[in-house]
């Protein structure tokens, strides 16, 4: 067995990898052991650089970025409110921070009340967010990133950022090349047939616009024509062609020990339940794969009339 290697002892440009996804535009691979860790984007303009979800990686991306990546001033920008997508953003402290009010008031839940095993998730909230919506543009100069409503199904704090000069679409969790998550009850808005409308909506915005789709987990940078195919994949659904009863994946949960060796663990039963914590038990969640694309959601909530919308 070779050793086991601690990351954090190794120089900081040892800790992660950036790669080019388009032109000043870089997702960076931190050295973890679990693939289901999101990773951050970094998108830079004239003036200023964008740090696109910070992550819960258990190294300081920002001492990373500043040395390896760009000497532009930082700003974050956030898809939604998950602590792994949100935890490092404490990281940066003093530079501008930007996302939807939902977004800041579950953050602001979440590290008041964290979810058993999710302790690691609740840093500090050492900055005052400006509150973005649909339709503002957020200008790094010579680069404005353009606001989209997400209507979020995996989250309803999500929003989407597209880059109007290389076309780079910035989905969070909303859309990805692994599996995107629909089926949690999380969001009220979580039923396959919201989610296509969502899709639809998505695609219409971003047509001729979006060059590539770049989500934190899996896939980046994904080829836009993927969206037509999860949106045949939920009408596909939606006509009565049931997801298998195996919702585990390639990406989530195939590590017990999580990447940060904290009490955050994952059990055997969990693994086998990629939808996970929210669904766990309860027997609700299937996977539909189609044309390279997979949503996992609740068989109990496929079409808008199964919501709760009261
Ligand atoms: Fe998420």
Redesign the pocket.
Known sequence: MSEKINVLELPIEKQFMKRLVKPDTWILNGFVEDCAAPHPHVVIGDKYAAVVDTTDLPYNVREYVEKCVTDKPLIVLCS?S?GD?TANNYQFEGCPVYCTQICWEEMQASRKNPRPGMEAWATPLNYEPTIIKGGDIIDLGGRQLEVIDFNGC??ASSVAYLDLKYGCLFTG?EFEGGQVLVGGAASKLNSVEFYRDNLVKLRDTVAGRATCICPPHNGSPLDPQTLDNMIENCERIMSGIPGMEDVSSMSYGRNPQSYHNLPFTRDPDEINDGMARLERGKGTALRSEWKGTSIVYNRNRVFLKDLDLS
Do not use: L, V
């Open positions: 939604h998950h997508h995996h989250s969790d």
